[in-house]
């Protein structure tokens, strides 16, 4: 069975920081590629990172470069999400996401089979 669990997150002020793990098991997660989704209440899910199976390729949306960074650990079948400086606008649930390929886009959703539930992140001015 599939699993991808999220956590760390929480509620910070804005400057702080935080860091979200995501924990999977079910599938050959050294294979895969990862990313970390994130959406606020009636608005489009928004990729914000994402990895290559080996760990080296990252690529980041543009508000959150130079802010975040995502990594992984194959040993764990784990990654990570380190938010740093966060602002309020970075408020949302944030959701981890595999899929064996990627081909092109890696912010497209559609892109991903397996997801999580999320874990919140709230930032107060």
């Known amino acids: 069975q599939v699993r991808l669990v999220e956590s760390g997150g929480g509620s910070v002020q804005a400057g702080g920081s935080l860091n979200v793990s995501c924990a999977t098991s079910?599938?050959?997660?050294?294979?895969?590629?990862m990313a970390w989704f994130r959406q606020v209440p009636g608005k489009e899910r928004e990729g914000v990172a994402c990895?290559?199976?080996?760990?080296?390729?990252?690529t980041y949306v543009d508000s959150v470069k130079g802010r975040f960074i995502i990594s992984r650990d194959n040993a764990k079948n784990t990654i990570y999400l380190q938010m740093n400086s966060l602002k309020p606008e970075d408020t949302a649930m944030y959701y981890c996401?595999?899929?064996?390929?990627?081909?092109?886009?890696?912010?497209?959703?559609?892109?991903?089979?397996?997801w999580g539930q999320g874990t919140q992140v709230t930032v107060s001015s």
């Open positions: 996401a595999a899929n064996f390929f990627i081909d092109g886009n890696c912010f497209l959703g559609s892109a991903y089979t397996f």
């Open positions: 079910g599938f050959n997660f050294v294979h895969y590629y």
């Open positions: 990895i290559g199976p080996a760990g080296i390729r990252a």
